[in-house]
């Protein structure tokens, strides 16, 4: 069973596009919801994270939505560039841990130039 | 750079032989978590060791055990390797196991043939 489900599987925007990324759960015991950005050859890095407490945060061009009664979130990131390009996962955990980690399955993110 | 490194890079086994992977983890982080990421998955936590000892477990067999040094250095053995194993095997470390970011290293591509 797939805790928590991430779509689309891949997304390809143009330069200064905005990307959006949806990702949904089951567990309603999760209270923290960090996004992962992995480059080929490298390990996740966290990119931006949430607590159900906020329905919305922001980190530069860096956005993460928060649905608690859909248990729904999304990434957005504006002004898309080419250095954007990766393969990002939505995660969740619960009891605050911010290192057992239930990740999504990813999206492969391709901007062109 | 993450300041947390594994080795090997690249491993290739057989079925049915025993593996060691290894990672260094940050000075002064006491937890580690490793997590097994298949090709175009995400990773999937295997178990955590805080202050060296197991801190939580993810679905995977007995055959999946680990060791945490007092050095910030850890190991995850498999033993009795299956075909399915062949994965990018990921440790993480951070401070503590509760609200601090978890850094990841590049991790090992395990092929088991």
Request: net charge neutral; aromatic share 12%; charged share 15%.
């Amino acid at each position: 069973q797939q805790q928590v489900k991430q779509s689309p599987q891949s997304l390809i925007v143009q330069k200064g596009g905005i990307s959006i990324i949806n990702c949904a759960y089951e567990n309603t015991a999760f209270d923290y919801f960090p996004w992962y950005q992995q480059f080929p050859g490298k390990g996740p890095a966290l990119l931006i994270a949430i607590r159900p407490d906020v329905s919305e945060k922001k980190e530069g061009r860096f956005t993460i939505s928060f649905n608690k009664s859909a248990k729904q979130f999304s990434l957005h990131i504006m002004d898309s560039q080419p250095g954007d390009s990766a393969t990002y996962f939505c995660a969740a955990s619960k009891d605050s841990s911010a290192s057992k980690i239930i990740f999504g399955s990813g999206t492969r993110l391709s901007i062109r130039p | 750079e993450t300041g947390v490194t594994q080795s090997p890079t690249h491993l290739i086994k057989t079925r049915g032989q025993q593996v060691t992977l290894r990672c260094s983890s940050q000075s002064g982080h006491n937890t580690v978590s490793w997590y097994q990421q298949a090709l175009g998955q995400g990773p999937q936590f295997i178990f955590q060791y805080y202050r060296e000892e197991e801190n939580g477990r993810g679905n995977f067999p007995p055959r999946f055990s680990g060791l945490q040094f007092p050095n910030y250095s850890s190991e995850l053995n498999v033993n009795a390797l299956e075909l399915d194993d062949s994965a990018l095997y990921l440790c993480a470390s951070s401070l503590d196991f509760s609200t601090d970011t978890q850094y990841f290293g590049p991790g090992t591509r395990l092929t088991v043939l």
